[in-house]
């Protein structure tokens, strides 16, 4: 008797904010490295994180005519970081792939990926991309600062130019999806939870269509959750400035005694003083704002919010189908 080979199933899982100019140009991309790829099933997963545009509406009317493609609507915009969570935890294949929706991570990658965990044994395989062409001179020169310090600070190595696009297996997303904090930072649980990882670079494309949803201020932040969310050093270290400041107050104490008993006049040197009491209490403050933000995220953490609400996903929309048949 013939055996049957198990056909192993892909998720490519695509978390989208309007991008309604995009979607139809990746779909047919997906379309065609499926048709490329006849040994393997595929699964196409939107998210539709909240969208303003003819996102979602642009999805359903996919649904309706390609099988493969399921989806998870989302009850308003919770972010990219969320977006990733929810795709793997509603994907079913064996692999899961992430990819931007505006082709600057090609899709047609995905096939030298499959073929490299396949072929070489990895557990995921991640593209890296030093150069950004979108990128300007200010952004670059923070992209790069943030990976200096990082990889000072945390424990979790950070590759410089990671994205978030990956082919990962099974057991590497089910680690990822059991690791529920509320404060995600996807590029740092990817590296916490470990596996073996091929890194591959690549040059990464300018957007098919529409523009950036990344801001200055939405990346500021990004980059302050990546180092709240994977080191803790800032908080060791206003312990060591502080104790520094202690130490100087000590001898400057120990000065301060013996010069007036050899010499008197304790008065004096009251700009300095001034100088020196605002210093210090900036220092205070400077670090009252880190423990701050570190508690901040724990207050949220012990809320157990959830990471995202959907509103709709492809099964309502079969349903619907269904009832309006009987
Ligand atoms: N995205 C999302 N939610 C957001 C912002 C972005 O799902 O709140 C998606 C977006 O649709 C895209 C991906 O995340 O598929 C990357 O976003 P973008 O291309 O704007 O970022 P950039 O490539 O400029 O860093
Ligand atoms: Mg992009």
Redesign the pocket.
Known sequence: MKKKIKREKISLV??????EESLPILYKELVRIAKEMKDEDFEFLF?N?GSKDNTLKIIKDLVKQDERVRFVSFSR?F??EA?IYAGLENATGDYVAIM???M?DPPSMVKKMYQDIIEEGYDCVALYSPKHK?YGIVRRFFTNLWYIIIGKISSTPQIPGARDFRLMKRKMVDAIVDMKEYNRYSKGIFSFVGFNTKWIEYEIQN?AAGT???NFWKLFKYALEGILAFSTTPLVLSAIIGLIFCLIAFISIIIIIVKTLLFGDPVGGWPSLACMIMFVSGVQLFFLGVFGMYMSKLYLEVKKRPIYIPSETEKDLKEKKEEKND
Do not use: H, L, M, T
């Open positions: 695509v978390p989208c904010y309007n991008e998210i994180d915009n972010g990219k977006g931007d929706a505006d600057q979108d957007r950036s949803k990344f």
